[in-house]
Each structure stands twice: as C-alpha cells, then as structure tokens.
C-alpha cells in the first residue's frame, strides 16, 4: 500500500491551481445518461471515485473514454437498469443513476449503499422524491427496486433531520427533467455542485427554474440533447489548500479558487487570524498573527461545510486558546480525532462536538487515513508538525485530491510518496465517502 511521508514545519509559499470538482462531476457524469447520444465534460479531476464512476456508467451500458481532463460518455448503449452491490459499495455517488434508469428506461435494481465511515447516511429523501412522482419503490435483498411506469410531476420536500440532501436533489432532478409534467422541490439543496447539475441539465434542454435556490420548479421535457460542458473547480480542494498554507504560516495563492463558493470558511479564517486575500483568479493565504480560537458549526451550503471541518480541526490544534467544533450533518464525523491526539492535539469529545484546546506544537506520528477528509486533516497536521508523519492508507486521499503530494511538494512541502504493493481487496472496495 502507498504511505505517504512528511517532514513538517516547512512555510509553504507559492502558487496551486485547484482542479475540477469531484462532487460536481459525479453528478455531471451520470446526467449525460440522459441525453441519447455523446457528451464531454471537461475540467474533470482524475480521481478514484471518477474512475468508479466511469465504470458504474459502462456497467450500464455507456462508452467512456478518459483523455486527461476530459471525459467522453456515449450514452446511446444505456440499457442496463441494475446497479449491483459490488458497485455502489465502492462509491456511494452510485446511486445517482437511479434517477436517469428511472427516467429514461422505466425501471431500476439499484443496491443500497449501506455503511460509511462517517456515520450513517440513508438514501429515503431520494426514495420520497421519486415516490412523490409516481414510482413505486420497494427494498428487496438489499436492493432498491423502482417503477417507473406512469411517473408524472409531483411536489415534495427534500430536507431531512440534517439538512437539505444534495443526492436526493441530484437523483431526484435528474429523472424529474424527463417526467411529464412539472415537479417541485421544495427544500432543494443549494450547494454549487446543485447550481452546476441545474445549469448542465438546461443547456440540455431541460426546464428547470430556481438554480441555487431551494426551491426547484422543473417542467419535464421529452429528450434532452448531449452536451460539451466544464466543471467548476473543487471548494473544498481549494479550502485544503488555504488551510495548508494557513496552518504553516505561509503565504499561497490559489489559482480557481471561487470566493463565492467558499464564504463560510474564508469568514471562519478571517476570524482565526489568518490573512485573506481575494483576488480576480482566486484567494491567496497570508501569514497572520497565530491562529485565535474560533468556533464553527457545520451546515449545509451556504454555511460551514462538513467537508471541510476535519481540516479546519487541525488548523484549531494549533490555536492559542479552546475552540467548539459542532458536526450537525453527520454528528459521528469525528474519525479524525483519534488520529490527531496521536500527534498530539488536546481534544474532547462531547456528542456531535469536540472542544479542541491548541497546543504549541504536534509532533509526526504514523497515523491512519480512515476516510477522504480525515486524511486531508492528517495531511495538514503532518506539515505542521515536528518530525516525520508517516500517513497510511493514502487511497482514502487519493479518491479525492488529485496528486496532493506533488501539488504541495511544489509549494515547499516535504513531502515524499512510497509506492507500496497493491492494496488488499477488502480495503480497496470499502464504501468510504464525501
Ligand atoms: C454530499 C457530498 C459529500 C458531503 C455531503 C454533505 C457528493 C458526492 N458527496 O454527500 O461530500 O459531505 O453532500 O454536504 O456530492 N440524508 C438523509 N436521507 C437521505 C439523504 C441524506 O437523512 O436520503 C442525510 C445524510 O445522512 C446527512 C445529510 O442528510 O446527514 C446530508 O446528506 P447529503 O447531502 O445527501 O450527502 P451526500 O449527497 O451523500
């Protein structure tokens, strides 16, 4: 297995360019299911989870070529209306294409994801909204089996206990283009990466009103046509930055960085003392006076992210007083905490927050990637830290930061790479996820 080495205490300072969004790609790349013919999207990062994607959209039935960042998806094979479990255990994002099997071929036998090392996270919203436009859905071996005879328009409410679903908006929006009549989404999710799927599906012929709002008013139309189309760049690849820039006191520019994407953590880092500056091509970092304590609380878009609240944890390890870090999203995502205390940090658990107490320094320790953002964390704690990190289990980071080691090398990281031996099955398939 790859391990990764870093030798911490190094000032990053330069210039990073973030690449395309993983979490706006999935989606992407399940939509062009929807049109009958060929589509390409570009500015795709090349990551694990897109390649897994790439294979559940072949297991279906679509061609898919991968020419560095771009990718072409012949959609005109899409036949297939099963899902199998040794698919969507890889990758969760599977399940999106429940929404164009059910669209475009009536009918769909997809698995249900089941566990994650961040907590439990259910799929009913996206369950209710195909319900509510008519399906007929039921569990079955682990399967969800839907209908989709007779499925017209219909009205419902996407937010659940933890917020607004962005897979439900995503799977639910993606068969309600192709339904007859109009759907309303009430309780919409507003990440970007919705705002995205919403723009692509319409230069796609679909009629879809309410883009980053939440409230989604869809007019089902009967063929979308295939399309070229861009992604956004990664927020949340871009805030990991800002924070490995900010927890070295260092001073990073960081190209494609989108300021309106990332409001919640540049006010968060502001607040923390560290030196912000947004810039027409993106944010650069700049050395504070320290880092304050500061309290966040995750929320969904626009407030704090849940994806970035691992890294910002590490950020607060090193911060001159007590901070409260609040999980509202998944309140068992804390995997990282174990991990960092080896390095050193002070911090309590409570139930769905941790008072983190800074301290002076964190020390390298072997430390073990649990899930893509956790890693992330343990990244930045090990450029922070005295000694050597060593960083186990890298594939967890690599599923969604592309080449983070070089990417950060080229900063002034010291950090190296060891190709290890192929990864056992078990650890290659365990569903994992954000
Ligand atoms: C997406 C992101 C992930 C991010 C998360 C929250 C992708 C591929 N992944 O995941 O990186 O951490 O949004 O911003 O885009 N829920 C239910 N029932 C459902 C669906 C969700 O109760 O049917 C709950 C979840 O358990 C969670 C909350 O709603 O507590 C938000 O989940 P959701 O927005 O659906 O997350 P994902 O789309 O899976």
Known sequence: MDRILIEGR?????????????????????????????????????????????????????????????????????????????MVRRMRASVYVLGPMLARLGQARVSLPGGCAIGPRPIDLHLCGFEAMGAKVRIEGGYVIAEGEGMRGGEMNLEGTHGSSVGATCNVLMAAVLVPGRTVIRGAAREPEVGELVRMLNLMGARITGADSSTLEIEGVSSLQPIVYSTISDRI???????????????????????????????????????????????????????????????????????????????LCMAGGDSIVRETIYPERFIHVAELMRMGANIEMGVGEARVRGVKKLTGAPVMASDLRASAALVLAG????????????????????????????????????????QPVAAATETTSS
């Open 237 to 315: 690849e871009a805030g990991t930055f800002l924070l490995a820039g900010a927890i070295t006191g260092g001073d990073v520019m960081v190209h494609g960085a989108r300021p309106d994407h990332m409001n919640a953590l540049l006010e968060k880092m502001i607040q923390a003392g560290i030196g912000i500056e947004v810039l027409p091509d993106g944010v650069r970092v700049k050395p504070g006076n320290g880092i304050n304590p500061t309290n966040i609380q995750t929320l969904p878009f626009p407030g704090f992210p849940t994806d970035m609240q691992a890294q910002f944890m590490a950020l």
């Open 383 to 422: 450029l922070a830290a005295e000694g050597t990190t060593e960083i186990l289990r890298v594939y967890h980071i690599d599923r969604g930061y592309e080449h983070i080691d070089a990417k950060l090398a080229a900063i002034g990281a010291k950090i190296t790479r060891e190709t290890g031996e192929q």
């Open 10 to 86: 190094r000032c990053l300072n330069g210039e990073i360019t973030v690449s395309g969004s993983k979490n706006a790609a999935l989606p992407l790349m399940v939509a062009c299911l929807l049109a009958d013919g060929v589509s390409t999207l570009r500015n795709v990062p090349q990551l694990r989870d897109v390649q897994t994607m790439s294979s559940v959209l072949q297991s279906v039935g679509a061609k898919v070529v991968t020419e560095g960042d771009r990718i072409t998806i012949d959609a005109r094979g899409f036949n297939t209306t099963e899902a199998p479990y040794d």
